[in-house]
């Protein structure tokens, strides 16, 4: 490797290094790097535990314990100048170890992680933020028998590598980074390439067999909560129009766990939704201009005492900053995927929507009209 001298327009080698000559450590220096840049592993990656000793009958600990984007865990094996011999076998075990785990153990794991090294904060959320949703009930983490491995090492072993190919082979995501220091002068400097799979094959064969494991496993999810939606929502919708909200006499049932419709002001919509956990009525605004999404959620903001008060009860009202959009609603817990919860639900969303409709009406029309007579778009 070589650094470009600019005044002088020459290359200068920099020196390779070994980390036992720079009295650099495993876990305080390259678990450490990892765990606060994990991207440096080339891809997005959330880090939920390190030094994860949480199994049963065993004082053994992983070095890294982390979440990809679909959901899946990773386990992060670092070494040094050298992989060992059993590193392979080390990782595999944590891997079946881990491999039991629930959503709602990895939420505890990572709230852990975060009370214990990073000041506090809210897993859930967090985790939410990293897969890009709103619901944690939506998302299925650890699914199956997906997890992955990798491997960093500055060097490896032809029996680490021999095993980390065979695994590969048989559909199990295992990598290899080779991690070189370098040093020039007082710097240091640290170089992490993929060595199995090289970039290349990862950018293509790897892809294809994710997707195609993917699709198959989307494909039978998605038809099963299909199917419970298109069966569910024909109860709600009943249950609606007999409170006399003729604004659902023209909507069918939905693939969607939501149903929307107009509230009289473009771009926001009554919606209502269920998940595993709860049920929810509201008010979506989400038109395409966030700026006045967020003035309309303000002025409805302004009038929260006497829509409450018409309501009958407190509201949740979610700006969203983050977002283009904006909600007001309610929730309360059901098991959404069960069917004998569905007449109680139902009958909620129904009572709760009648009196949400009514209380918004005026200060939604109050809104309209004071677009329509100023010209603002709002």
């Known amino acids: 490797m070589f650094q470009v001298d600019r005044p002088s327009n020459r290359l200068q080698r920099l020196e390779k290094r070994r980390f036992a000559d720079l009295n650099l450590r495993e876990r305080d220096h ?27 009958d065993t004082r053994e600990r992983l070095d890294l314990l982390a979440l990809d984007k679909d ?18 076998w080390q990782a595999l075990k944590y891997t079946a170890y881990v491999s039991s785990l629930t959503k709602a153990q990895i939420v505890d794991i990572y709230q852990q992680y975060l009370d214990r090294y990073a000041g506090g904060g809210n897993a859930a959320q967090n985790i939410c933020d990293f897969l890009e949703t709103e619901e944690l009930d939506e998302v299925t983490l650890n699914p199956g028998y997906s997890q992955r491995l990798m491997f960093i090492a500055a060097n490896f072993r032809k029996e680490v590598t021999a095993t980390v190919l065979w695994l590969r082979e048989h559909q199990i995501d295992a990598r290899c980074f ?28 790897i892809g294809m067999a994710e997707k195609e494991s993917e699709a198959k496993t989307t494909l039978g999810a998605k038809r099963r909560s299909h199917a419970m939606r298109l069966a569910f929502w024909p109860i709600a919708l009943e249950a609606l129009r007999a409170k006399g909200l003729k604004r659902y006499e023209a909507i069918s049932p939905s693939k969607d766990n939501w149903i929307n419709c107009g509230s009289g002001l473009g771009g926001a919509v009554f919606n209502t939704s269920f998940t595993q956990s709860k049920a929810n009525v509201g008010l979506v605004i989400a038109s395409n201009d966030k700026e006045r999404n967020k003035v309309i959620f303000d002025g409805l903001l302004a009038k929260k005492v006497e829509i409450e008060a018409a309501f009958g009860k407190p509201l949740d009202w979610d700006r969203l900053d983050h977002l283009k959009m904006s909600w007001i609603g309610i929730h309360a817990p059901f098991d959404g995927f069960n069917r004998d919860a569905w007449p109680d639900m139902s009958a909620w969303i129904a009572d709760n929507m009648a009196l949400f409709q009514a209380a918004f009406e005026k200060p939604l029309a109050e809104i309209r009209t004071l677009s329509n007579s100023s010209g603002a778009d709002v």
Not at 30 to 56: C, R, S, T, V, Y
Not at 187 to 201: F, G, N, R, Y
């Open 30 to 56: 390259l678990q450490e790097w990892l765990a606060n840049q994990p991207d440096a592993l080339g891809e997005d990656l959330l880090i939920i535990q390190k030094e994860f000793d949480g199994f049963a």
């Open 71 to 88: 959901g899946q865990l990773v386990i992060i094996e670092n070494k040094l100048d050298d992989s060992g011999r059993d590193v392979t």
């Open 178 to 205: 080779k991690v070189t220091p370098w040093q020039l002068g007082e710097e240091i400097l640290i170089d992490i390439q993929p060595v199995i799979p090289t970039q290349e094959a990862a950018d293509f064969m």
